[in-house]
């Protein structure tokens, strides 16, 4: 079936830290996949996302590429702040059947500290 | 432009109760989508509706139920609560259908079953 394998947390960084998180998956064919982020209080914001291999996502500085060989879709920031601080989700969406299914991983909490 | 509007945002029942949770999509998308979020299990898909109908569904017991209104309008419902029920709902809205389109989420219903 499909899965979603990220980087268990927290992560704290401190500002201007270089940050990766790893996602891999299991999948059949071609999914689409995305980065969501979840802060505080707030449901899910869509981050980034790539649909085919060797598509790269990128938006507010942050930047995933889609690894067919790897199968994966690490998330990386050069250099995070303090409003970096949330919860991030790696998702695929299955790449048959037309459904807006999204498999998620379990998300990792970063903490940026001043 | 208003976002996904989820009610209520908190709500406390007890065992055995049953609980109608609301979902007002985006103005125009026409596909809703419900998640459940869990510290345990995190986010796992419960259902789709598209233009009032089904076209997917989670690993869910029975007692979890929807549906969509010709508004696009979804309601969820889950009957003989269990403990195991306490969870962050989700609903998320989009435009089309289809595998790779953004999910907008709303900030979810809390419920905790005592």
């Known amino acids: 079936g499909n899965s979603v394998t990220q980087m268990e947390g927290p992560v704290t960084l401190s500002e201007e830290a270089f940050l990766t998180i790893n996602c891999t998956y299991t999948?059949?064919?071609?999914?689409?996949l995305f980065w969501y982020v979840q802060y505080p209080g707030e449901g899910l914001q869509l981050l980034l996302k790539a649909t085919k291999a060797d598509d790269k996502g990128s938006n507010k500085g942050f930047e995933a590429t889609y690894r067919k060989e790897t199968t994966s879709f690490h998330l990386e920031k050069g250099s995070v702040q303090v409003s970096d601080s949330a919860v991030y989700f790696c998702?695929?969406?299955?790449?048959?059947?037309?459904?807006?299914?999204?498999?998620f991983g379990k998300g990792t909490k970063l903490t940026v500290n001043p | 432009k208003a976002g996904v509007t989820q009610t209520p945002r908190y709500l406390i029942k007890t065992r055995g109760q049953q609980v109608t949770l609301s979902c007002s999509p985006i103005?125009?998308?026409?596909?809703v989508s419900w998640y459940q979020q869990t510290p345990g299990q995190g986010l796992q898909f419960l259902f789709e509706y598209f233009s009032e109908t089904q076209r997917n569904k989670g690993n869910f017991p029975g007692r979890f139920s929807g549906r969509q209104f010709s508004n696009s309008r979804s309601e969820m419902n889950v009957s003989t609560l269990e403990l195991g029920d306490s969870a962050l709902y989700l609903c998320a809205s989009s435009f089309l259908a289809g595998p790779a389109r953004e999910l907008f989420f709303g900030e979810g219903s809390r419920l905790t079953v005592l």
């Open positions: 103005s125009g998308h026409r596909s």
């Open positions: 999948a059949t064919g071609y999914p689409s």
């Open positions: 998702a695929l969406s299955p790449a048959q059947g037309g459904s807006e299914k999204l498999v």
